[in-house]
């Protein structure tokens, strides 16, 4: 539940709604594990009220994970990026450990389908729009392209040309 509140009134009508979602849950049987429900101030300007259900008072915590994205009181993406960027280089790292014949056609269908779902991942809600965010993910599609040695001399834009882009729009099909 999100809602804006600005003044006491609207902290009492959104506890006055917390309260309601008590009752109906007692109506209903159906339990509401209130060590899970949670606060979020989010806002320069946010008053902090404190809420509570039943006779718990609500938990103030500044970042939070849902539906498997970190959600931060200041909206910003860099958390998200930071566990997208060591989730595909743990699995980087393990194709690289796993694979011992690393043909380029191999090596980026596997990175396609085992990598690249991990930095894109519900990419539209939590877009990262900081240089140092975007650069970040792209160290993985460094550290990729760095991985035959044929092409590690080679210049990054170069090596992406040759192993079409395997993070973004492709410059030839695999």
């Given amino acids: 539940m999100a809602k804006v509140t600005k003044t006491r009134q609207d902290r009492d009508l959104l506890q006055r709604d917390l309260e309601q979602i008590q009752q109906w849950s007692g109506t209903w049987q159906i339990a509401f594990n ?3 429900c949670k606060v979020m101030h989010i806002g320069r300007t946010n008053q902090k009220f404190q809420y509570s ?6 938990e103030t915590v ?21 566990k ?17 014949y690393k043909g380029r056609d191999i090596m980026v269908r596997l990175c396609k389908s085992l990598v690249r779902p ?3 991942f519900c990419i539209s809600a939590w877009s990262p729009y900081y240089k140092k965010d975007k650069e970040l993910l ?7 392209t760095r991985m035959f040695p044929g092409l590690r001399t080679l210049p990054h834009a170069h090596r992406l040309q040759l192993l079409g882009c ?6 030839k099909p695999f």
Avoid at 53 to 58: R, T
Avoid at 166 to 171: A, I, P, S
């Fill in 166 to 171: 395997v993070f973004g729009r492709e410059t």
């Fill in 53 to 58: 259900m039943g006779k718990q008072n609500l």
């Fill in 62 to 82: 500044s970042d939070q994970r849902d539906l498997c994205i970190q959600l931060t009181a200041d909206l910003k993406p860099s958390k998200q990026c930071q």
């Fill in 84 to 100: 997208a960027y060591y989730k595909a280089s743990k699995v980087l790292g393990m194709i690289t450990r796993t694979f011992s």
């Fill in 138 to 144: 792209e160290r993985v599609q460094h550290r990729f």
């Fill in 34 to 36: 209130t060590s899970k």
């Fill in 118 to 120: 991990h930095l894109e």
